[in-house]
C-alpha cells in the first residue's frame, strides 16, 4: 500500500508548490503541519534527521520501502514522476526541457527575500528571523551532534536578515523575476498553458510564483495592461478546484 506524507506549514510558498503538484496529480495524501512562524518546529532534532537543512517541505513516500524526499523542485518532479495519477509531464524530449527551464527559471525567484522584504512589518519580519537564529544556537549546544546542521540553520536566518535590507539584491531579484514573467508572458501568447495546450507542472509551480508575487504587490506584473497573457491565465489558474483544494494562500504570516 502506498501512503504519501507531507511536512509543511499553510502559508510557505515551498509547500504550497507541493501540495498544489499533489492534487493536480489527484492522489491522497496526508500531512503534518511544522510550524515554522511561532514554534520553530523545523529545528526540532526528529525533523533535521529528516530534513538536514531545517525547511520545508519535506515529503515521505511509502512503498514497501520509505523514500524521504526534499526540496520543493525536486519533490514536484518525483510526484509527477509517479505512474499513478494526471500526466502532468510533456511528452516530447523537447517540451521535457522548456519544462526544465520554465521549472528552474520559478524555482530560482527568490520569493522568500522578496516575502521579507516586503512584509507588512519589517519589525515582525525580524523577530522571526531572530528567534531562528537564537534557537539555532541554543540546539547546537543541546544537540552537538547536531551542531553543523543548526549552524547552517543560524547563517540561514542571518542571510536572509541581510539580504531583505539590501537593496541592490532585492532589484536584482526583481529584474530576473521581470524576465522569468516576460518569458512566461510570450509561452502563454503561444498556447493556453505554459508548455502547450494541456496542464504540466510548469503550472503547477508558476500558478504558486504568481500567487506570491500577488500578496508582495508585484500588482504592474499581474496586470491586463502590461501582461495581458499572464493575467487572464493568473485568474484561470485560480478558478481551478486545485487552487482551493491545495490552499494556495495570499495571506501574510504574523501580520
Ligand atoms: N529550496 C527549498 C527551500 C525551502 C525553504 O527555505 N523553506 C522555507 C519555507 S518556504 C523554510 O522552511 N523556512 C524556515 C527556515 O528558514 O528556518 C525548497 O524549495 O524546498
Redesign the pocket.
Known sequence: MTSLMLYH?PL????M?VRLALEEKGLAWSGRVID?VKK?E??APWYLKLNP?????TFEYRNGTTKVL????H?IRFIASLTEGNALLPKTESDNQLLDKLINMA?DIDL?ILSYARHPSMVKSEKILNA?ITRSHLMAEKYPELRDNYFV?AE??EN?KTFRMDKKHIEDIEQSTLEAITFAEAQLKKHSFLLGNTYTLADVIWTVVLSRLDLLGFNTWLDKNNFPQIASYYLKMQQRKSYTLAQIQNEWWDK
Open positions: 506549514h510557505s510558498v515551498c509547500s508548490k515554522i520553530q523545523q529545528l537543512k531545517g525547511v520545508i517541505p526534499t526540496d520543493s523542485a519533490i524555482d522568500q531562528r540553520c540561514r536566518s536572509n
